[in-house]
């Protein structure tokens, strides 16, 4: 009987793909997808998603060579994710929602599936945070969705928006502070 073959971890994929084998960065592509479209729908790249994690890949993939391993290689991954997502925002020259995109294109939660209340009030719910949202400073919104979204750890925060570990603990601290001032507003003038 042959043993089930033990998938790679990140580390030995890069190594691989550092010493040239394209096959190690396409599994690196394909383990890191989903996450990296995660993160520039919810940073706001919309429609123009798929082209910022292609691009990422493309330049993780030319800044191979420079990657450490200081961070893990999902965090230096999204961290080019959302600078080309940055990117992506300066060129259009306006100021967009960090997550009105992803909020249209999320499926439904499983609370909204036990009938049309539960699906009225979810969508409500999720309307009002994303209005929420949308009206913190950008950077603000950057913090929120890398820790409570994309479930990153402090020290992937750190690694993916390239800030101090200290700013991203009282940037989250009073990020979350206003939204839920802004989530409280909203509430008082619904009753």
């Known amino acids: 009987m042959i043993p089930p073959e033990v998938p790679l971890d990140d580390e030995e994929l890069v190594t691989r793909a550092q010493a040239g084998d394209l096959e190690a960065y396409e599994l690196l592509v394909a383990r890191h997808t989903a996450s990296a479209y995660r993160t520039a729908i919810l940073l706001g790249a919309g429609a123009d998603a798929e082209d910022m994690v292609q691009e990422a890949f ?9 990657y450490r391993g200081d961070a893990s290689f999902r965090s230096w991954l999204l961290a080019i994710v959302a600078n080309e997502t940055r990117n992506l925002h300066r060129s259009r020259d306006r100021r967009t929602g960090l ?8 499926p439904y939660s499983e609370a909204a599936e036990d009938g049309a209340v539960d699906a009225a009030l979810a969508g409500e719910r999720r309307a009002t945070l994303v209005q929420a949202l949308r009206s913190l400073p950008e950077r603000d919104r950057e913090v929120i969705v890398c820790r409570y979204f994309l479930d990153l750890s402090e020290d992937e925060t750190v690694a993916m928006l390239g800030w101090a570990r200290g700013t991203v603990k009282s940037r989250t601290s009073r990020a979350l502070v206003k939204l839920r001032g802004l989530l409280d507003v909203e509430e008082l003038s619904r009753g």
């Open 58 to 66: 493309v330049k993780g993939y030319r800044k191979l060579s420079r």
């Open 99 to 106: 997550v009105l995109r992803a909020a249209r294109a999320a």
